[in-house]
């Protein structure tokens, strides 16, 4: 621990040497006339802007300007932020539309997108983009988006566009409220970056420049707009957002009756400060949520999907990205979801009320505090429990920060209803992280060390880990290390082994040939060693591997991985439910094996795209032969049809149990209008024996006000010997109406 806090002081120390490079600028004036949003530039504002037209390519290289011409304009009035662009085309043809649906992703697709950091803080941001179609999509930035999942496109909030083609090139429009965003009332600069995919060129462009090896959002690399005057507070800001919702549902497993219920509740959103916003939520229902995808899972432990709940959406980096991600202290999808412990399933917790004030208290603090109580489910002896959680950011030198967070989840006693510090069940995590970042994102990494508190007290309830991320044009490589406690079991976080000690480097070096074929290639190995005090040496995976990105932004790679398993507890390597009795290997038993992987993804810009990873070589004491694979179909622009499939052969000598594991999900995405949506969602996965439906009618009517009509339907399906039907049995149904509408106060 003195180590540590020694270069952290060190680390410190080197986020106040390096100073903010220079940025680009432009300036934005206020509009001289009213501002229309029908994707006509027509408007005397407009002709009056500052035109940014100085692009340069991020892929396929970032050394030229770019190929085809980009207008993007700026204004402002009281009330809102407009931008608007031209976006010229050298070549004749249609665009690339994934689809009508809000939200859109995806490297071959045509749009124009803003990122606005108000704050210049090169942490946190707000993005807003929209294809040739009019279709948005809108999403929050954390941590400087320096991977692909620091963009969320999960939030969603009012703003305004409208799209025009044109002969020879495309126009849109954007309207963001002040209200929308997050800023300080008084600043005069904000941080922006201005991009555009252009399927036709095949190329990423941007302002400012932006090194290929980055994220194309990252947010060391924006340039500066400046404000004619001083922004203002913008008037009261409370929205609020009811919901009525109507249930029918039958459980066939426990023959209970079928069930109907109403359902009544609210979230509110207040701006404490343009920049402070808290969060309320009474009853909260979650039904339309986007159900999880499946997955085959043969690992020993458990596995992670991301939090999807608009509530838990804003800041939320303030809270749930702490640690490591096998290592976070707060994990959100811990409240409203609590394990059985008559079954060992996870089943629905209902959340009765909760409060979350999150935002900026300035250029260099942030603040997040949330408390949210869940019910009592007394049918199976789980108590009611409030989750509270606290946290604070202090910016250091350009864009690292150090930042702290407590985390208690608090049984509430059966007695008096009354919530004691002490003397009920408690599970408490209190931790500090350093995040650095120096040299415009060449070096970056974390530190941390969180230390839990409960009444048990069984020891080594901590954990500890260290990142270092060295990113070049052509070089890239990565330290992770960790160290977690036998006793760190956080309750509301998310840490699926604890016990072990973990360093795992890895690394690429990327050649980039002149060629019109391939725009880079070269070799990548990734090793991960855990060893604890108890067992000693217990894993490794050691792999490595070459790929290839073509110029049409197709991937191919192929890996080869040794792993060594020690087994500290019974385990059966294909995961079977508990009831099919498979022999499992046996605790205290090690395994030593390799296999070879292929993976291809092709162009994203054609209509039919796929990608698959086919695996074969050992696997514990038997082999493994196994392809997965993603296959779509667009119909621009009114839908998408994709296949998810999964295939994996085990076969591992008697007398324990091979098997052929399948999960198949088509998809069918239909996008009638900008407003209307039809998703239907088949899964089957053989494993679990499960076949699931989840179909969804969405209208939005208004902005973010949406009907939604939500069927789900779950079976129990199996095959006999001789692949016949064997059995297909209903295990639950519902069906929901939810009603939803946003209220400006």
């Given at each position: 621990m003195k180590l540590s806090l020694t270069f952290l002081l060190f680390l410190f120390g080197l986020g106040l040497a390096f100073g903010q490079t220079s940025r680009p600028v432009f300036h934005i004036k206020r509009a001289t006339s009213p501002i229309r949003i029908d994707g006509v530039i027509d408007e005397g504002a407009w002709l009056e802007s500052e035109i940014v037209d100085e692009l340069w390519q991020q892929f396929p290289s970032d050394t030229s300007r770019a190929k085809s011409r980009t207008e993007f304009r700026a204004t402002y009035d009281d009330d809102f932020l407009y931008f608007s662009a031209i976006a010229y085309d050298n070549v004749k043809g249609g665009y690339v539309i994934s689809s009508l649906r809000r939200d859109f992703r995806g490297p071959g697709l045509d749009g124009l997108s803003v990122i606005l950091d108000p704050f210049q803080d090169v942490t946190?941001?707000?993005?807003?983009?929209?294809?040739?179609?009019?279709?948005?999509?809108?999403?929050?930035?954390?941590?400087?988006?320096?991977?692909?999942?620091?963009?969320?496109?999960?939030?969603?909030?009012?703003?305004?566009?409208?799209?025009?083609?044109?002969?020879?090139?495309?126009?849109?429009?954007?309207?963001?409220?002040?209200?929308?965003?997050?800023?300080?009332?008084?600043?005069?600069?904000?941080?922006?970056?201005?991009?555009?995919?252009?399927?036709?060129?095949n190329e990423r462009v941007m302002w400012p420049l932006t090194p290929r090896f980055f994220e194309p959002g990252n947010l060391n690399y924006t340039g500066e707009m400046v404000w004619e005057e001083e922004l203002v507070k913008p008037g009261p800001n409370i929205s609020i957002i009811p919901y009525a919702a109507a249930r029918m549902s039958k459980d066939y497993l426990l023959a209970t009756p079928g069930n109907k219920s109403a359902d009544f509740g609210a979230d509110a959103k207040i701006a404490i400060t343009p920049s402070m916003n808290l969060d309320l939520t009474v009853n909260p229902d979650f039904s339309q949520v986007e159900v999880d995808k499946q997955v085959t899972n043969l690992d020993r432990f458990e596995l992670f999907f991301p939090e999807r709940r608009q509530f838990f959406l804003e800041n939320a980096d303030l809270f749930s990205s702490f640690g490591h991600i096998y290592a976070r202290p707060f994990f959100s999808r811990r409240i409203g979801i609590t394990r059985d412990p008559t079954t060992g399933q996870n089943i629905q917790n209902k959340i009765s009320f909760g409060a979350?004030?999150?935002?900026?208290?300035?250029?260099?603090?942030?603040?997040?505090?949330?408390?949210?109580?869940?019910?009592e489910i007394k049918?199976?002896?789980?108590?009611?429990?409030?989750?509270?959680?606290?946290?604070?950011?202090?910016?250091?030198?350009?864009?690292?920060?150090?930042?702290?967070i407590f985390v208690n989840r608090q049984m509430f006693g059966n007695d008096t209803l009354g919530f004691k510090l002490g003397g009920y069940q408690?599970?408490?995590?209190?931790?500090?992280?350093?995040?650095?970042?120096?040299?415009?994102?060449?070096?970056?990494?974390?530190?941390?060390?969180?230390?839990?508190?409960?009444?048990?007290?069984?020891?080594?309830?901590?954990?500890?880990?260290?990142?270092?991320i060295y990113s070049t044009r052509n070089l890239n490589f990565n330290w992770y290390h960790q160290i977690i406690g036998q006793g760190y079991n956080p309750a509301d976080g998310y840490v699926p082994r604890s016990g072990y000690k973990r360093v795992s480097p890895s690394g690429a070096y990327f050649f980039y040939p002149k060629s019109k074929v391939i725009n880079s290639h070269g070799p990548i190995w990734d090793l991960a060693i855990i060893w604890d005090d108890v067992y000693g040496y217990t894993d490794h995976e050691l792999m490595g591997g070459y790929a290839v990105t073509f110029q049409s932004q197709a991937i191919l790679q192929l890996n080869l991985k040794n792993t060594?398993?020690?087994?500290?507890?019974?385990?059966?390597?294909?995961?079977?439910?508990?009831?099919?009795?498979?022999?499992?290997?046996?605790?205290?038993?090690?395994?030593n094996y390799t296999n070879a992987s292929l993976s291809y993804s092709s162009d994203p810009r054609k209509p039919y795209t796929f990608e698959f990873i086919a695996l074969m070589g050992q696997y514990y004491n038997g082999n493994r032969k196994g392809i997965t694979g993603i296959f779509n179909y667009r119909y621009q622009p009114y839908g998408v049809f994709s296949l998810d499939l999964s295939v994996n052969r085990i076969q591992?000598?008697?007398?324990?149990?091979?098997?052929?594991?399948?999960?198949?999900?088509?998809?069918?995405?239909?996008?009638?209008?900008r407003s209307v949506f039809f998703t239907t969602y088949f899964q089957y996965n053989s494993q679990y024996k499960n076949v699931n439906i989840n179909s969804r009618f969405q209208w939005r009517f208004k902005p973010v006000s949406d009907l939604f009509i939500v069927y789900t339907d779950n079976y129990y399906y199996t095959f006999d010997d001789n692949r016949m039907y064997s059995n297909f049995t209903p295990k639950n149904r519902a069906l929901v109406v939810k009603l939803t509408y946003w209220l400006n106060m």
């Open positions: 946190n941001g707000f993005f807003f983009g929209v294809s040739p179609a009019g279709v948005q999509r809108e999403g929050l930035i954390s941590n400087g988006y320096l991977r692909r999942d620091d963009l969320d496109l999960s939030w969603d909030n009012k703003w305004y566009s409208e799209t025009r083609i044109e002969d020879g090139y495309w126009v849109a429009e954007f309207a963001i409220p002040f209200k929308t965003l997050r800023f300080k009332a008084g600043s005069k600069r904000w941080n922006v970056k201005l991009y555009r995919q252009d399927s036709k060129e979350r004030l999150s935002g900026n208290l300035n250029k260099y603090w942030r603040l997040g505090v949330l408390n949210m109580q869940t019910a049918e199976s002896k789980i108590p009611s429990f409030n989750h509270t959680v606290g946290t604070v950011q202090r910016r250091i030198g350009t864009n690292s920060n150090i930042r702290a408690y599970n408490r995590v209190a931790g500090v992280d350093y995040n650095y970042s120096f040299k415009n994102n060449r070096w970056t990494g974390n530190l941390f060390y969180h230390k839990q508190f409960t009444e048990e007290n069984p020891g080594k309830e901590f954990a500890h880990g260290y990142s270092l060594y398993t020690y087994l500290f507890r019974n385990f059966d390597p294909t995961n079977s439910p508990a009831e099919d009795n498979a022999v499992k290997l046996s605790a205290g038993t090690d395994y591992l000598p008697d007398p324990y149990t091979s098997a052929n594991i399948y999960l198949a999900g088509p998809r069918f995405d239909l996008t009638l209008t």
